[in-house]
């Protein structure tokens, strides 16, 4: 998790892992630095920072024309003269003045000094030009050197770090290479990027340059294991992922280069590089994430093309960020069997330049011939499993139903009042955020401490109260996931939060958003506006978001009030039948224990836009880790369902109001047919 900083760095300490003291990043101990410490945050940010309001570029625009600075516009930032210059009069490698040297971020009002990597908000800036930045307002604004712990950890690596050709056994550099995939990769590519290879933790490292090339601000360790389904690679960065903004191969590019080709890692960008001689950089943390710290410097170039891998997931990532980039000068090399990631590409001897005058123009016109969409379509039909999307790794039966969670989506989330609906949210987004789906949450009923202590036990699968000691090293954990929080409590406008929403979106790539719930949007309305009109509105927007942003959005809403021993349908959501008939996917938590005693939970999927199936199975919840998932022991039973292939079909359900086309119902409990709570299992 991100916690947003502004000058400062999130708490480490060291931890015990595989029986021996190591750093937190695993590596050994004598590479980490000191005794276990730990630092206390200065001025800790909410947890999502929203810009007050949110600033349009033609309000930029007029307020810098007002002032008299003038600007050039560009691709994803506006460029104008620093006016940190002055304060700080550094001048760059070439000894060039430093005119021109701010770029201020079109969509969020961000701006960068290159110069003096001066940084701040939009209203810092307008506080700068307007004389009131007081000088620690200044002091803040200026970019963080890396903290004193961070530097000397990167300088003990980096100088023990050594070229990969000077290791004193030829078959250490040798098994290096074949582990790494660099047999094709020359010595003179690894001396041009700087690659060294640290011996006892058998890792390259790649070094995080000053522009200038000059200091170094931070390193990436890339290990390999080899492991019985092949190599496994694992990247550890200083400092951490959230502030390790390295475009690896910066140091190489020229001021005059005005094509580039962006990777999604560094042994690609090499491959590249070396094959087609381009201008290549690695993004720092592949495809999780274009931060938009790094668009100023990407602005020089007319031309951008992102060849980010093999996968689906890295297709969908590269059509994300040219939108970010302005996909008017982006290409996009797609996957396929014969254009694979460039570091295999060289290993198999195919023709990098060839497979990047494959690539596609991201732009698009609003209106598509099928010739343009057949490539879509075909990638899409070769890798069913990936267009499924992300598997949950806790919900196995959830996997049957809607095989996996996909970006663009939008899920409305319903159950009977107190009937656990956030808990099992929680857990539902937590497998997702764990991994690598970039999520935002809007808890509007519960404060986020609640929440993430939820979360927090949930992740940790029992009670922390009883072992606090184990505390630190379960947030340490989850501080890393990407998970962000909005700040609000209570009632909101359905602008603000949608605004917020696209704020995240752009700054940290969010592909799944949960509301909950949607019934604190309402309030905001005129009393006099029908409140049912109002929430359809509202679930427009969520629709609407959902697709624009290619960002998943699940959404909580509650139920109407019905009578309590009835169970709940598609159509007991409240408000009219448009909630569900937006929705791609309809899940109701079923709490039967009115019907038929205590408390058993069950999901039901009512709809299912991507497949059809729909159905019910059973939830466990277990008090202490406050988890419904099936714990291990259960999933005997349920393979056993599978083996049986006893899977109940009922008629679809017809056309009442709210309904939704079913193709088939499952009810995966084949020990309690008809889906029935089995009363000898209580719940706990
Ligand atoms: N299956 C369950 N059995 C018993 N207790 C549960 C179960 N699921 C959740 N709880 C507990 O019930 C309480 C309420 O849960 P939660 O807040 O998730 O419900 P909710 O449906 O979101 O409530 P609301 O309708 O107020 O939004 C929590 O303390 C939670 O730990």
Excluded at 473 to 490: C, I, K, Q, S, V
Excluded at 674 to 681: G, K, L, T, V
Aim: proline share 7%.
């Amino acid at each position: 998790m991100w916690i947003l900083l502004r000058g400062g760095y999130p708490l480490r300490i060291l931890l015990p892992l595989r029986g021996e003291w190591m750093g937190r990043r695993g590596l050994p101990r004598s590479l980490a630095p000191g005794p276990p410490r730990r630092r206390y945050r200065k001025e800790a940010l909410p947890a999502l920072e929203v810009p007050v309001l949110p600033v349009t570029t033609t309000e930029i625009r007029q307020y810098l024309r007002a002032r008299g600075i003038p600007f050039q516009d560009g691709h994803s930032c506006l460029r104008a003269p620093s006016p940190f210059v002055k304060a700080l009069p550094l001048k760059d490698q070439n000894g060039a003045t430093a005119s021109f040297s701010l770029f201020i971020d079109k969509t969020t009002g961000r701006f960068l000094c290159m110069t003096s990597l001066a940084e701040g908000s939009w209203e810092d800036f307008q506080a700068s030009v307007e004389g009131r930045g007081d000088g620690a307002r200044e002091g803040v604004l200026l970019s963080e050197a890396p903290e004193v712990e961070d530097s000397e950890e990167v300088r003990r690596i980096w100088d023990r770090a050594v070229p990969l050709w000077e290791l004193p056994e030829p078959e250490e550099a040798q098994l290096a290479r074949v582990m790494f995939g660099l047999t094709r990769v020359t010595d003179d590519t690894l001396r041009r990027f700087n690659v060294r290879y640290l011996r006892p933790a058998r890792s390259l490292v790649f070094p995080w340059l000053s522009p200038g090339g000059l200091g170094l601000r931070g390193l990436k360790l890339l290990g390999a294991e080899g492991q019985r389904d092949g190599v496994h690679y694992k990247e550890t960065t200083i400092p951490r992922p959230g502030v390790y903004r390295n475009l690896f191969g910066l140091p190489l590019i020229s001021r005059r280069d005005v094509e580039v080709v962006l990777t999604s890692r560094e042994l690609d960008s090499l491959a590249l590089n070396q094959s087609t001689g381009l201008p290549t950089l690695a993004l720092p943390r592949g495809t999780a994430c274009l931060p938009p710290a790094l668009l100023p410097y990407l602005e020089q170039f007319r031309r951008i093309v992102l060849w980010l891998g093999d996968d689906l997931r890295s297709w969908e990532a590269a059509k994300l960020f040219a939108r970010k980039l302005n996909p008017k000068r982006c290409s996009l090399v797609r996957p396929g069997d014969r254009q694979p990631r460039p570091l295999e590409a060289l290993n198999r001897g195919l023709s990098l330049s060839r497979i990047l005058r494959t690539a596609l123009p991201a732009w698009h016109k609003s209106i598509v011939s099928f010739r343009q969409l057949r490539e879509e379509v075909l990638g899409e039909l070769s890798n069913v499993e990936q267009a499924a999307g992300i598997r949950w790794n806790r919900f196995p039966d959830l996997n049957r139903l809607l095989k996996g969670h996909r970006k663009g989506e939008l899920t409305v989330f319903t159950g009977p009042t107190g009937s656990g609906k956030t808990t099992f949210i929680s857990e539902y987004a937590l497998d997702l955020c764990t991994q690598g789906v970039n999520t935002l949450w809007g808890s509007f009923e519960i404060s986020n401490v609640r929440l993430a202590r939820v979360m927090l036990t949930q992740f940790a699968v029992g009670r922390l109260e009883e072992q606090l000691d184990k505390y630190d090293e379960w947030a340490d954990r989850f501080e890393d996931l990407p998970l962000y929080f909005m700040t609000f409590h209570g009632q909101q406008s359905i602008r603000t939060v949608i605004d917020t929403m696209q704020h995240a979106v752009y700054v940290y790539d969010i592909c799944h958003v949960v509301i909950d719930n949607l019934q604190f949007m309402m309030g905001h309305e005129p009393l006099s506006t029908d409140r049912i009109a109002a929430q359809d509105y509202i679930v427009g927007a969520f629709r609407k978001f959902a697709t624009d942003n290619s960002c998943h959005v699940t959404l909580v809403i509650h139920p109407r009030k019905e009578d309590d021993d009835k169970e709940l349908q598609t159509a007991s959501i409240f408000g009219s039948a448009k909630a569900s008939q937006e929705a791609d996917n309809v899940l109701i938590l079923q709490d039967r224990k009115l019907v038929t005693g205590p408390g058993k939970r069950y999901l039901q999927v009512s709809k299912n836009r991507f497949d059809g199936d729909v159905g019910v199975f059973p939830l466990e919840f277990n008090k202490s880790s406050l988890t419904f998932s099936i714990p291990p022991k259960s999933k005997a039973r349920l393979k056993k369902v599978k083996d049986d292939n006893g899977l109940a079909t009922k008629k679809p359900s017809s056309g009442k109001k709210g309904a939704v086309p079913q193709n088939s119902e499952t009810c995966l409990d084949q020990a309690h047919q008809p889906c029935q709570p089995d009363p000898s299992r209580p719940s706990r």
